[in-house]
């Protein structure tokens, strides 16, 4: 590339675990001029930012923010704010993202109980109720919501009554559902949660938005030690976000121009309606889905995501092969299997602005014409 020369990006439909595509109106708003992160204007922006996520995430919880960083920043962020070294902690391991969570929190000094199912599976209360007995010491259960590694869609109801029961917190793993499925953080009664901004809220990467409920910020308050993550401590960042206890204090640089971004993506989530999205979503799945299975095509898991659709590589089908004609040949990317799937699955997602009867007709004549 010459000095002057430009980099262009070819319009991509991306229809893989994400990124997922981004309206002009949300690349607009982030091309608008940078302010200091503490002028007022940027302040205003980005308190409006933060009820929009209160609605988005159906919660009242007062500290509930944009993390700077992607969505492994919201879960570490959560990890190192609720775990002190040496405490006993359940972790529901079914794909991916629940062992990186149980990474993240043994790294954190938790002596983690691994919950383990099939990939492709949920967990039913019972399991988890059982694993609670058997660890009556366990101060916090960890669960993803959306799995988007084997696209299982875990159920969240009556959980938080079991765990709290028990004592204990209940924190998930929300990156692939908020915005594109149900999630209600207080009437689920769930403590700590985190999401990323590139998957169903349709912004880039770059933002996690979290949210803690009394009882985590109550265990954070009675923490003996401090988080060892400096950048991520609650404790700062409440005196930033939420302005309180002795107003903005500077504590890092927040990505403003991410910030106007997410606020444009949380303005259009809340004009279609957050029930108007959530069933889009479950239209454009079981249109897919209608149309991947006249091929023959089956789902890996039995309880799928409508945001992610992970299916079976058919046989004799080239994997690399295929996902590389529809990105040469129709721009359109779709996400490889992972992990033990590797190989054998392929991963459509349907988030956000991507869900659409225009992209799944399309992937679906791609796909028809690559395989024959
Ligand atoms: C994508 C994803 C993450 C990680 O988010 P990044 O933005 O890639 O850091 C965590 N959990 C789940 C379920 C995800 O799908």
Redesign the pocket.
Known sequence: MSPSSQFVPAERILLG??PSPVPQRVLRAMAAPTLGHLDPQYLAIMDDACEKLRQVFRTRNALTFPVS???????ECVAVNLIEPGDEVIVCVNG??GS?MKDVMERCGATVHALEATWGDVFTLDQIRTTLERHPKTKLVGI??????TGAHQPLEGLAELVHGHGALLVV????SLGGHELRVDDWGIDAI?S????CLSCP?GL?PVSFGDRALARFDARKTKPQSWYLDVSMLRKYYTGGGGGRVYHHTAPINMTYALHEALAIVLEEGLDARIARHAAMHQRLRAGLEAMGIRYVPARSLAT?NCIHIPAGADDAGVRRRLLEEYGIEIGAGLGPMAGKAWRIGLMGHGSSVRNVDLVLAALRTVLR
Do not use: I, N
């Open positions: 675990p994400g960083g992607t969505g492994m920043a919201g879960m991916v993202f990186r993803v919501h959306a799995e988007t590694s793993d929300a990156v692939t985190y990323g901004t590139q998957k990467p996690s992610l």
